[in-house]
T-cell receptor
């Protein structure tokens, strides 16, 4: 299994530009999570999906952030317009929700720098 | 109060010593608890999970859970320099809108020096 695949691994953009981060979960996993990690705030949950449906998006900072999961094998996190304070590492993670086997597996992360 | 709090660290221990990492959580109905390790520049990886009160041992690692005190800990015996990393405590929500939600603590940086 290739694990959770994220792209791009690194993104440098200018303030005001649109950023789209992509994630392919592990095949068969039915829950997908987007986290953001910074030194100051640690690992913050932005949104998570179960069976492609958003369950909790209370961590999404503001309307500039949006996430979609059109099918079981793909999700996007979009920031429009981007701001310097959005600079962080964004992790996607997935798991299969079976009792006693709900281990979360992380992707390698997308490091975003907004100038 | 933060949902998941860890001892702030950083923690420095000599090689061969026991490293003790602590975590408290606020949601009383939480049932699933995890410890993740994150090396610098890498993604978090699971090292232990615990669901019942008491101790759970896996090699040099022991997780301890006390639901009454809302406390989780991780002990690393015979610490090695390769254990130097950030350790993240994670708690899974069990009720209402928190069901299935995995919340992480801020992390504790552990350094094991030779």
């Amino acid at each position: 299994d290739a694990g959770v695949i994220q792209s791009p691994r690194h993104e440098v953009t200018e303030m005001g530009q649109e950023v789209t981060l992509r994630c392919k979960p592990i095949s068969g996993h039915n829950s997908l999570f987007w986290y953001r990690q910074t030194m100051m705030r640690g690992l913050e949950l932005l949104i998570y999906f179960n069976n492609n449906v958003p369950i909790d998006d209370s961590g999404m900072p503001e309307d500039r952030f949006s996430a979609k999961m059109p099918n079981a094998s793909f999700s996007t996190l979009k920031i429009q317009p981007s701001e310097p304070r959005d600079s962080a590492v964004y992790f996607c993670a997935s798991r299969v929700d079976i009792s006693g086997a709900n281990v979360l597996t992380f992707g390698a992360g997308s490091r975003l720098t907004v100038l | 109060q933060k949902e998941v709090e860890q001892n702030s660290g950083p923690l420095s221990v000599p090689e061969g010593a026991i490293a003790s990492l602590n975590c408290t959580y606020s949601d009383r109905v939480s049932q699933s608890f995890f410890w993740y390790r994150q090396y610098s520049g890498k993604s978090p990886e699971l090292i232990m999970s615990i669901y019942s009160n008491g101790d759970k041992e896996d090699g040099r690692f022991t997780a301890q859970l006390n639901k009454a005190s809302q406390y989780v800990s991780l002990l690393i015996r015979d610490s090695q320099p390769s254990d130097s990393a950030t350790y993240l405590c994670a708690v899974q929500g069990a009720g209402g809108t928190s069901y299935g939600k995995l919340t992480f603590g801020q992390g504790t940086i552990l350094t094991v020096h030779p």
